[in-house]
Every structure is written in C-alpha cells, then in structure tokens.
C-alpha cells in the first residue's frame, strides 16, 4: 500500500501560482510513477501530469505545457506540481496518484492505470 496525501491548494486569482506537493508513504517512492489529475464540478476526472519512475521523464496534458512543471524529490517521498500563470479554467479538485507499473508514455494519461490515489487538495483561480 502506498499513502498520499496531497497539500498547498487554495484560493489565487488569475495569473498567479501555486505549489502542490504530494508526500507518500509505505513503499519505495523512487519506484512509483506519479501522476496528477484534476477534477473539475460537473466534469470528468482529466490528466495534468505525471513523471516516470525509471527515467523521470514528464508527461503535460496540452492546455497545461509550458505553464506546469512536475518534479520529485525521492529523498523526501515527495511529487510537486508548480502551477503558474493560472487561469480561472484551472479551477478543479487536485488529486495525487501513483502505481508502480505505468511506465508506458500511452499509460501516463490514464486514470484507471494508478492503483493509489490522494484526498485530493482543492484549487480555486478567480477571474
């Protein structure tokens, strides 16, 4: 079992930024691809980014490349998603997931791959 427990969500107007981190517990961090997903009122679950555990290597969906970055700090168990130039679309419920057998680049997207998922930390951008 992994444990995830995202944080740094809030409430910034447009144009702003945020951090999210995401601390995990219970297995070997190093060996987990991380991803995040947002959630928005009245919509589908949607991928934002992910980062492979064997190469590092990041994965953007589109509206959110060249705006977001997500890292990892192994040393610390922790993922980050560092939001920038925010716009009020962006407004959703963050959520962390991990699973150590996404390593695939077409798996990266897909929420049904992560077996373990976060509570979520809420991001709210106003106009």
């Known amino acids: 079992q992994v444990q995830l427990v995202e944080s740094g969500g809030g409430l910034v107007q447009a144009g702003g930024s945020l951090r999210l981190s995401c601390a995990a517990s219970?297995?070997?961090?190093?060996?987990?691809?991380m991803g995040w997903f947002r959630q928005a009122p009245g919509k589908e679950r949607e991928f934002v980014a992910a980062?492979?555990?064997?190469?590092?290597?990041?994965y953007y969906e589109d509206s959110v490349k060249g705006r977001f970055t997500i890292s990892r700090d192994n040393a610390k168990n922790t993922v980050y998603l560092q939001m920038n130039s925010l716009k009020p679309e962006d407004t959703a419920v963050y959520y962390c997931?991990?699973?150590?057998?996404?390593?695939?680049?077409?798996?990266?997207?897909?929420?049904?791959?992560?077996?373990?998922w976060g509570q979520g930390t809420q991001v709210t951008v106003s106009s």
């Open positions: 997931a991990a699973d150590s057998a996404v390593v695939a680049a077409v798996d990266m997207s897909k929420d049904y791959k992560y077996d373990f």
């Open positions: 219970g297995r070997p961090f190093s060996r987990y691809t």
């Open positions: 980062i492979r555990w064997t190469d590092d290597n990041p």
